[in-house]
């Protein structure tokens, strides 16, 4: 078999490969009967960040940059009432990506790429508990790396759905950023986590696209403090349409759980710390000559045991 013919073979079974893993990962969703927050009700991943173009990949080298706010005054507990007497947190974060598709004459019909972003977080979180002593603490610096080794995206036609892009990413948290076990807060984990994911979106016509990426997270060991956060998933999620040529606005969201309960020296933690969380908001993208900036907020609802605030992100795109 040649490699053309092993690539067009290949193409035809992405699609299913692709509806597998979403069923794998969406019906996690409904099996888990309760969620957890993490360590610090923290993620390796950035959520929120990936509601456009997400089965795509843009032919060659291309630069994204992302600035995110986040604001947050309350931090709920399992019901959604207030886990702390006064709690605040303040999250600035401007990111970096760069992603590389192979060109499709060496690939066939559908591209293959990978990539890499490099975080930095501005963290200052005051928390005051019921009983016992307060903690205020900040942090800034470069957060861990996320490295995508690889990327495998198709796109295919199919009736009402229209002309639809899909991805295949396996992403990988690598614990190099700024971390003390000493200090209250920390901008990096300290821990390794993987992620695959996968995204798809729909152009039913030439005005309307549809979105959805849904990323695993599979989280090792903090072994500073021996304790593993629990697996966790996002579906993040995007409905477009586009007002003129180059404008288009709509509505960007996610939602946030976790699989299996936190775990400190490997038993569980409190009582799991469950808990999830929910966004959405307006979201605005414009088309550039050199790519195309993305504007949206998300406001949080529906939160158990993690903060509960609002995001306000600036993307930027450049085609290299």
Known sequence: MNTVSFLQMTKRSLRGLGA??????????????????????????????????????????????????????HFSNATGGSRFADFSTTVAVQAVRLTYAIPQEYTGNFQIGFGFLEPFFYIDTYRKPFAGPTVHGRDTGPSDTLVTPLIVSNSFDVPVLGHVEEALKMTVNVPDGRYSKDKPINVGHHYWSYLPGYGIEAHPNDKTSLGVNVTWLINETNHATDYRSGQEVVAEFAAMRKVTTNLSLGINGYYYRQLTADKEDGEIFQDGFYGRSFAFGPQLQYRLPFGGVTMKWQHETQVRNRPEGDRFWLQLAFDL
Request: net charge negative; glycine share 12%; charged share 5%.
């Open 20 to 73: 597998i893993a979403l069923a794998v990962v969406v019906s996690q969703f409904f099996i888990a009967q309760r969620a957890q927050a993490t360590e610090g009700g923290n993620s390796a991943y950035v959520i929120g960040a990936q509601t456009f173009h997400q089965g795509g990949l843009t032919p060659g080298w291309q630069l994204q940059t992302f600035s995110v706010f986040y604001d947050s005054d």
